[in-house]
């Protein structure tokens, strides 16, 4: 038996799909999330949340397998960040330890590399995956970008802007690239490595660096839609976030977000090798979510 954490989120969903032909899974999803679970075979929900002690004790029993996907972002307050990124991991960590649970998958991020990005949410993912390191066997793995359907932040919210509007900013002076991995290959990776109960860390990048400008052109060839492309100055889009900063931060974007995409975040592609896939180039991934 598999449980996982962050069912409802936007990778969760698309994992639930790909499992529950061939597990029986328990999906912990929280009672107030905006997306509500589909019924799917084999696959039990259960409404609470990653800092309930007893409700993880109680239902761990039985399982072999952790998935915890389930993390707030920036937009959230940083109390809250901590108490589900940092208190909720080691909950779960020590309720697994309590059930004999064999093997933990930990989705964080490439930011927990990043010493120099000094927020809350890099922050919790770094110190939650020194929490999963005290378990046995474990996999943290750190995507760059996950990209596809149902994906309302990150690389979602810029193609939005494609889809509805006619006028599309760019980034200007933005060199610095990204390796973005389609969905469907992103499942299909850590299928791979329940299955084979890979262990380690890994940085998860696509087989193509592109930069978010280029992304954007990109998906709008997708959806065969010819915005006009805006560059703007590198001190627009700071003034924008300077304001952000002070005035709604629940918006999820700010000077520290900025500064992130105008630092280099590319990698050694590692996925075709360690857990046997083939993830599609960013042409071949976007054609597959957004093509007609």
Not at 10 to 20: P, R, V
Not at 44 to 55: A, P, S, W
Not at 76 to 89: C, W
Not at 205 to 212: D, F, I, R, Y
Request: net charge positive; hydrophobic share 40%; glycine share 6%.
């Amino acid at each position: 038996m598999i449980f996982i954490t962050g069912a409802s989120g936007f990778i969760g969903q698309h994992l639930l799909k790909a499992l529950s032909p061939r597990y029986t899974v328990r999906a912990l999803v929280r009672p107030d999330s905006p997306r509500k679970p589909v019924l799917m075979p084999q696959v039990q929900f259960i409404e609470g949340n990653v800092f309930d002690e007893n409700l993880l004790e109680n239902n761990l029993s039985g399982v072999k397998i952790v998935v915890h996907m389930a993390a707030l972002l920036r937009k959230n307050n940083p109390e809250d960040i901590r108490r589900v990124n940092l208190e909720g991991t080691r909950l779960l960590v020590e309720a697994a330890k309590k059930n004999d649970v064999e093997y933990i998958v930990y989705l964080s991020s490439e930011n927990a590399l990043r010493e120099d990005l000094k927020d809350e949410y890099a922050e919790s993912k770094r110190a939650a995956e020194a929490i999963i390191r005290t378990f046995p066997q474990y996999l943290i793995l750190r995507p760059c970008f996950i990209y596809g359907k149902g994906d309302n932040h990150g690389l979602g919210r810029l193609v939005s802007l494609i889809q509805n509007h006619k006028i599309v900013p760019l980034f200007g002076g933005l060199k610095t690239q990204t390796q973005p991995m389609y969905i469907d290959d992103f499942v299909q990776l850590i299928l791979n490595a329940i299955e084979r109960k890979i262990q380690g860390e890994f940085v998860i990048g696509g087989p193509q660096k592109v930069t978010l400008n280029e992304f954007l052109i990109k998906a709008a060839n997708a959806q065969r839609k010819k915005p006009f492309f805006l560059t703007l100055p590198y001190l627009i889009f700071y003034l924008v976030a300077k304001v952000c900063d002070h005035l709604s931060p629940s918006f999820g974007w700010g000077t520290v977000q900025l500064e992130n995409l105008y630092k280099s975040r590319t990698y050694p592609e590692i996925s075709a090798h360690t857990f046997a896939i083939q993830p599609r180039d960013v042409d071949a991934g976007l054609k597959s979510w957004l093509g007609n």
